[in-house]
């Protein structure tokens, strides 16, 4: 007879499948070469959109503050100018990805980078305290996106922009099958389709700027 596993040896797996799962997307989203073919197979979309978007980065000027929740392993730094003098928080809940994130701010010579464990639900930071806010490949995670967004629109001053992208449901039926494994396997929250993070953006006191889907993958840009 087996015995039942303990609430410690359930959070034990937990933790080491989001460990495993952590480190095989950081491999993956942190080598262009390897991520496009994949993106093109697994979702239909043309992960060179998410790279691009990156450079969203480079256009906020001198002294702005810059927030990266989820941050992950900080492949967003990539789209930092060399010498850039911003302030720059990359947020996440897990501390293996901060740890990534920190290691990658350090080769770069960022400067000012912070690296806080926070729940992106309810992020330590002050309304209005920063001037862009960038999301990439994290909605689609979240048991709530939308309490997501409009946590993160709160903390963006008057004009700021939210950045990201996130994957979608109603691209194909294939496409749709995969997020539902990964779903079932705890990798993935409910998601949503593209008119519902329309949805979370606006409900959240946004400005959709740009909406635009790349497979089952969607890109946005919004103001606040």
């Known amino acids: 007879?087996?015995?039942?596993?303990?609430?410690?040896?359930?959070?034990?797996?937990?933790?080491?499948?989001?460990?495993?799962?952590?480190?095989?997307?950081?491999?993956?989203?942190?080598?262009?070469?390897?991520?496009?073919?994949?993106?093109?197979?697994?979702?239909?979309?043309?992960?060179?959109?998410?790279?691009?978007?990156?450079?969203?980065?480079?256009?906020?000027?001198?002294?702005?503050?810059?927030?990266?929740?989820?941050?992950?392993?900080?492949?967003?730094?990539?789209?930092?100018?060399?010498?850039?003098?911003?302030?720059?928080?990359?947020?996440?809940?897990?501390p293996d990805m901060l740890a990534r994130a920190r290691r990658r701010a350090t080769q770069l010579g960022v400067a000012d980078a912070q690296f806080p464990l926070a729940d992106i639900t309810a992020l330590p930071f002050a309304d209005a305290e920063f001037d862009l806010g960038v999301s990439f490949n994290g909605l689609h995670c979240l048991p709530d996106p939308a309490a997501a967004v409009r946590e993160i629109a709160r903390c963006l001053k008057p004009g700021g922009r939210l950045v990201g992208d996130s994957l979608v449901r109603g691209a194909g039926w294939r496409h749709d099958r995969t997020l539902d494994l990964f779903a079932r396997t705890g990798v993935f929250g409910p998601g949503g389709t593209v008119a519902q993070l329309r949805g979370w953006l606006t409900d959240a006191g946004l400005t959709v700027d740009t909406l635009e889907q790349s497979g089952a993958v969607a890109h946005f840009s919004a103001r606040r």
């Open 1 to 94: 007879m087996t015995a039942e596993p303990t609430k410690s040896t359930k959070w034990g797996q937990r933790t080491l499948v989001d460990r495993a799962t952590g480190a095989i997307y950081s491999f993956g989203v942190d080598r262009e070469w390897l991520a496009r073919p994949l993106g093109w197979a697994l979702w239909g979309t043309d992960a060179g959109r998410f790279y691009a978007a990156t450079e969203v980065l480079a256009e906020v000027p001198d002294g702005a503050a810059v927030l990266d929740v989820p941050c992950g392993g900080g492949v967003a730094l990539r789209g930092l100018r060399p010498g850039q003098q911003v302030r720059y928080v990359g947020a996440d809940i897990s």
